[in-house]
């Protein structure tokens, strides 16, 4: 029997985060299990030597080692759960991370969605030479014009929505007129090395911005839990 209960998220002095500053796409740091000190018991298992000891020096250079030569396994025996509302063009790209995170999603077949979806405070250019990138708008984005264009899409598409629904049409069928930028809601659960393998690929300068935000706020929730883990890694180059 797992005699570690879930820490509670009142351990922990910041469990919201706000990514996209809009006070609806949110991070929330659930739940977690285990700390620096698990991921050095269970690397020391192999040769008898794991201990309630406290984390010590030689196992904090311990966790720089296993991080270094990619000695992975180690950081699977935790759990970290965060309640993520995002944009369903941000969730498209979470979820294409498969290995060790768990995830389940509000259901539109379920449930009539709620009207809400992402507006960008800024509109970014498509960058010059990198296909999947954006830069800046140097000023030369109408980004009044953009606003409104989007503001309407958004209203014809949740308008229809609603008219679909109205003639008797079922959810599962009429959710497929709302856009990309609606909001949508799921618990992930990562542990310690899936969460720094997401880490490495979507806080990253080739990772869309919104995307990266979301990461960046789920280290920030993730890091004073596994602190040494955290810093040894950000120290060797988060690889
Ligand atoms: C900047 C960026 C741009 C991207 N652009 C695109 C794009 O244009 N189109 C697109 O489709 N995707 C795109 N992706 C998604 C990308 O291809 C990966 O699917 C995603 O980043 C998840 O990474 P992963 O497979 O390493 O993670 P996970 O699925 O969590 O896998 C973790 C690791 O497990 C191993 N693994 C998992 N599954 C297998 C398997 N079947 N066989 C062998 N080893 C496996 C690999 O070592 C892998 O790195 C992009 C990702 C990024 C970060």
Redesign the pocket.
């Known amino acids: 029997m797992n005699d570690i209960a879930p820490a509670s998220v009142a351990d922990t002095a910041a469990s919201l985060l706000y990514p996209l500053s809009d006070g609806i796409g949110s991070v929330a740091l659930v739940q977690y299990v285990g700390d620096d000190k698990m991921i050095v018991n269970a690397a020391r298992v192999s040769f008898g030597g794991d201990s309630d000891a406290p984390l010590a020096a030689r196992d904090e250079k311990l966790i720089s080692y296993l991080l270094k030569n990619r000695h992975g396994s180690p950081f699977e025996h935790n759990l970290i759960t965060f309640k993520v509302i995002c944009p369903i063009f941000v969730d498209r790209q979470m979820v294409?991370?498969?290995?060790?995170?768990s995830k389940n999603e509000v259901s539109g077949r379920y449930v009539e969605v709620q009207e809400r979806d992402y507006t960008p405070n800024e509109f970014r250019k498509q960058a010059p030479s990198n296909r999947?990138a954006s830069v800046a708008d140097d000023g030369t984005l109408d980004q009044g014009a953009a606003q409104a264009i989007w503001a309407h899409a958004s209203e014809t598409a949740f308008r229809a929505y609603y008219e679909l629904l109205a003639l008797g049409v079922t959810r599962e069928q009429a959710r497929g007129v709302l856009p990309l930028s609606l909001y949508t809601e799921s618990y992930y659960t990562f542990n310690v090395r899936?969460l720094l393998?997401f880490l490495s690929?979507?806080d990253?300068d080739?990772?869309q911005y919104e995307t990266r935000l979301y990461a960046q706020a789920m280290g920030e929730l993730a890091r004073p839990l596994f602190p040494v883990t955290f810093a040894a890694w950000a120290e060797i180059g988060e690889h």
Do not use: D, K, P
């Not at 294409?96 to 995170?101: D, E, I, L």
């Open positions: 294409r991370h498969r290995v060790g995170v999947q899936s393998h690929l979507r990253h080739g990772a």
